[in-house]
């Protein structure tokens, strides 16, 4: 079946580590894109992707960086500059002619 | 700049009665829009699109959108909700240029439909 993979569903960390997010996609689509959703905020857009080796800065990139070398797989790494990790954390994807996005099932991440 | 508003962070409704969740949005291009809905601790799931063509769109649990262009509006529709439809649901548009769409989303902050017994 294809889909949108994000491992792991909870994530713990302790506060100042780096952690990474893993997000794969067996679609075919070319544009991925990394989300933040905290409680009554909606989502915000961290990073996208619309070609492999190439990715743009959202609305709130900063203490967080990406990685595309791959069309299937785009990894989110929270570092330790992100000032207030703790969040509800979705990937996406979608083809580059019409602009709907499919989701992962998410990943929450919690810093202690 | 462009943005999406829905008008109700939560919507309260008893089982079988109609509902409407709000969106509104502004923007100096064309836009798609979209409808996502969101289970406890899930991702989003596409509940219905419009791109082109008729403005009232359906999807196939029962739901409906109109696009209203003088509006700016994609309210989205119920006649009889059932308990599972409790969720949040998304609202959201995609601009489009010319022949070509960004890239991006923009995302309303979501209406919590709370489906009473």
């Known amino acids: 079946d294809g889909g949108i993979t994000q491992s792991p569903k909870y994530l713990f960390r302790k506060e100042g580590q780096n952690v990474t997010l893993s997000c794969e996609q067996n679609l075919n689509h070319d544009a991925m894109y990394w989300y933040r959703q905290d409680p009554g905020q909606g989502l915000r857009l961290i990073y996208y992707s619309q070609i492999v080796n190439d990715f743009q800065k959202g609305d709130i990139a900063e203490g967080y960086s990406v990685s595309r070398e791959k069309k299937e797989s785009f990894p989110l790494t929270v570092t330790s500059a992100q000032k207030n990790p703790t969040a509800f954390y979705l990937c996406?994807?979608?083809?580059?002619?019409?602009?709907?996005?499919?989701f992962g099932p998410g990943t929450r991440l919690t810093v202690l | 700049a462009q943005s999406v508003t829905q008008l109700d962070s939560q919507v309260p409704v008893f089982e079988e009665a109609p509902v409407e969740l709000r969106c509104n949005y502004s923007s100096s291009v064309s836009v798609y829009l979209f409808w996502y809905v969101q289970y406890p601790n899930q991702g989003l799931q596409l509940l219905l699109k419009y791109l082109s063509g008729s403005t009232l769109v359906e999807s196939i649990n029962g739901f409906e959108a109109e696009f209203n262009k003088s509006q700016t509006s994609f309210h989205l529709r119920k006649p009889s909700v059932h308990i599972s439809d409790t969720a949040e649901y998304f609202c959201a548009v995609s601009l489009v240029y010319g022949s070509s769409n960004t890239g991006k989303l923009i995302f309303g902050q979501g209406t919590t439909l709370q489906v009473k017994p």
């Open positions: 996406a994807s979608s083809t580059s002619e019409v602009n709907e996005q499919f």
